[in-house]
């Protein structure tokens, strides 16, 4: 009788944020056995949750829209009804302004591209001659019709397309600082006109608006660290990977301070500075190396205010011009009526801000426009200082790809080459990407 096959060893992911959840799921259900290992005490990476006194709250919060399939893919293979993760609600983007008219846009439930088209051509808060243009350039981007011979950035494609410059600060920069994290001025128009796109050029409920309803722990990293266990792999805690081994140009194993193990496949799942660490010693692996040191990061600031539970405003997602703050959101969907969070993208006075004054600056702004609430009771100001590639024109061209030249040695995480900025999105699908190559190869 012919002996059994021996089993397949174990696929390292190296990273538990949402890239290596994303590949060690996707290796999972496929049948291969996987062991994740993460050098924090939890799992989320730079979407993991905090304390806020007797609460959990995001590291950062992150919003999702209907075009995001490949993180509803993901929840839909650890059987996450998209029901129960999200409240769903069609495109309402009402920016608050301090000292001009409020810019309020609504896409309504037609068919695409009248959605889009009726959402610009009855903006409030723009004169009629303004809604023209960038229902001229909302056309033109459906049809494709918008190309570019070489990147360049997003404000010079709007101000080539008509776009005055009201509009651009009062729509577009949002809009701009809100998916790629980076001002108008500096962003990649490629990356720009893609995430438009995705965002408008099919169906109309792509453009809606994810509002996760639990904190982003209980959304992803708790059912993939359920699902990765269940199917016989491991989560592996507190365990930060100091070095790659590698052997005939092949990889051998990876290193931590007191241990090691063998592996000879494995996905690098990390934040783009500890990627480039772990690889630059190794010749082969050198260029990539530096070119993921040309990669510029931006911070993103998060304001968590708590106030008497009855405070909320009128919409679960607000935008604030012509102030520090840029986007609110109610915490109220997450179970924390009261607690609002303040996202401020990019660079800017408040980082050089003490997190007391910043916090008390970004209050005294809501209060402006919501002059009834009541006094913040709390507060917490959480800076990521690296929390995002810089989205500049032609960053594409130095983002590597999952394959490496060392076999059985794949790279995910949003900073690859996923044609997406830097987003959740973007690091679902990278981490999918590397697990099938893994499965195609195996």
Same mark, same amino acid.
Request: proline fraction near 7%.
């Given at each position: 009788?012919?002996?059994?096959?021996?089993?397949?060893?174990?696929?390292?992911?190296?990273?538990?944020?949402?890239?290596?959840?994303?590949?060690?799921?996707?290796?999972?259900?496929?049948?291969?056995?996987?062991?994740?290992?993460?050098?924090?005490?939890?799992?989320?990476?730079?979407?993991?949750?905090?304390?806020?006194?007797?609460?959990?709250?995001?590291?950062?919060?992150?919003?999702?829209?209907?075009?995001?399939?490949?993180?509803?893919?993901?929840?839909?293979?650890?059987?996450?009804?998209?029901?129960?993760?999200?409240?769903?609600l069609p495109l309402d983007l009402h920016l608050r302004s301090l000292r001009r008219a409020d810019l309020r846009l609504r896409a309504r439930r037609l068919?695409?591209?009248?959605?889009?088209?009726?959402?610009?051509?009855?903006?409030?808060?723009?004169?009629?001659?303004?809604?023209?243009?960038?229902?001229?350039?909302?056309?033109?981007?459906?049809?494709?019709?918008?190309?570019?011979?070489?990147?360049?950035?997003?404000?010079? *494609?709007?101000?080539?397309? !008509?776009? +005055? =410059? @009201?509009?651009?600060?009062? %729509?577009?920069?949002?809009?701009? &600082?809100?998916? $790629?994290?980076?001002?108008?001025?500096?962003?990649?128009?490629?990356?720009?006109?893609?995430? *438009?796109?995705?965002?408008? !050029?099919? +169906? =109309? @409920?792509?453009?809606?608006? %994810?509002?996760?309803?639990?904190? &982003?722990?209980? $959304?992803?990293?708790?059912?993939?660290?359920?699902?990765?266990?269940?199917?016989?792999?491991?989560?592996?805690?507190?365990?930060?990977?100091?070095?790659?081994?590698?052997?005939?140009?092949?990889?051998?194993?990876?290193?931590?301070?007191?241990?090691?193990?063998?592996?000879?496949?494995?996905?690098?799942?990390?934040?783009?500075?500890?990627?480039?660490?772990?690889?630059?010693?190794?010749?082969?692996?050198?260029?990539?190396?530096?070119?993921?040191?040309?990669?510029?990061?931006?911070?993103?600031?998060?304001?968590?205010?708590?106030?008497?539970?009855?405070?909320?405003?009128?919409?679960?997602?607000?935008?604030?011009?012509?102030?520090?703050?840029?986007?609110?959101?109610?915490?109220?969907?997450?179970?924390?009526?009261?607690?609002?969070?303040?996202?401020?993208?990019?660079?800017?006075?408040?980082?050089?801000?003490?997190?007391?004054?910043?916090?008390?600056?970004?209050?005294?702004?809501?209060?402006?426009?919501?002059?009834?609430?009541?006094?913040?009771?709390?507060?917490?100001?959480?800076?990521?200082?690296?929390?995002?590639?810089?989205?500049?024109?032609?960053?594409?061209?130095?983002?590597?790809?999952?394959?490496?030249?060392?076999?059985?040695?794949?790279?995910?995480?949003?900073?690859?080459?996923?044609?997406?900025?830097?987003?959740?999105?973007?690091?679902?699908?990278?981490?999918?990407?590397?697990?099938?190559?893994?499965?195609?190869?195996?």
């Amino acid at each position: 009788m012919a002996d059994d096959a021996a089993p397949s060893p174990p696929v390292l992911v190296i990273g538990g944020g949402w890239a290596g959840l994303s590949a060690a799921v996707t290796l999972a259900h496929a049948g291969r056995p996987v062991t994740l290992i993460e050098g924090a005490r939890q799992l989320g990476g730079r979407a993991r949750c905090v304390r806020f006194g007797d609460q959990r709250v995001d590291n950062g919060q992150h919003i999702l829209i209907g075009a995001c399939r490949a993180v509803l893919g993901l929840l839909d293979t650890l059987g996450v009804p998209p029901a129960e993760a999200f409240r769903r609600l069609p495109l309402d983007l009402h920016l608050r302004s301090l000292r001009r008219a409020d810019l309020r846009l609504r896409a309504r439930r037609l068919p695409a591209p009248l959605h889009l088209a009726f959402a610009v051509l009855g903006a409030r808060g723009l004169p009629p001659a303004s809604r023209l243009r960038p229902a001229r350039f909302a056309g033109r981007l459906l049809r494709r019709r918008i190309g570019l011979d070489g990147d360049i950035s997003a404000q010079a *494609l709007l101000l080539s397309e !008509g776009q +005055d =410059a @009201r509009l651009i600060q009062a %729509l577009w920069n949002p809009l701009c &600082l809100a998916t $790629l994290n980076t001002p108008l001025s500096e962003a990649s128009a490629a990356l720009f006109l893609e995430v *438009l796109q995705r965002a408008f !050029g099919g +169906d =109309a @409920r792509q453009a809606d608006l %994810l509002i996760p309803r639990t904190d &982003l722990g209980a $959304l992803l990293p708790e059912p993939a660290m359920e699902f990765i266990e269940r199917r016989g792999g491991s989560v592996v805690l507190n365990r930060r990977i100091q070095g790659l081994e590698l052997a005939d140009g092949r990889l051998a194993g990876v290193r931590w301070r007191g241990g090691a193990c063998a592996a000879t496949q494995a996905v690098l799942a990390v934040h783009p500075t500890v990627c480039r660490r772990l690889l630059m010693p190794h010749p082969p692996l050198a260029a990539i190396a530096t070119r993921i040191g040309g990669l510029r990061h931006e911070p993103i600031t998060t304001v968590y205010l708590r106030y008497p539970e009855p405070v909320r405003i009128d919409a679960t997602l607000q935008g604030l011009q012509d102030g520090l703050g840029q986007w609110v959101f109610d915490r109220q969907i997450t179970g924390l009526p009261g607690t609002v969070a303040v996202v401020i993208g990019g660079r800017g006075e408040h980082l050089s801000l003490a997190p007391d004054t910043l916090a008390e600056r970004v209050g005294t702004e809501l209060a402006a426009l919501h002059p009834d609430w009541p006094a913040a009771v709390d507060h917490l100001v959480i800076r990521e200082k690296r929390a995002t590639f810089a989205a500049t024109p032609d960053i594409d061209r130095i983002r590597p790809v999952p394959r490496t030249p060392v076999a059985g040695l794949w790279l995910a995480g949003d900073f690859t080459a996923t044609g997406l900025p830097a987003t959740l999105e973007g690091a679902v699908l990278s981490g999918r990407r590397a697990a099938e190559g893994i499965l195609e190869e195996s």
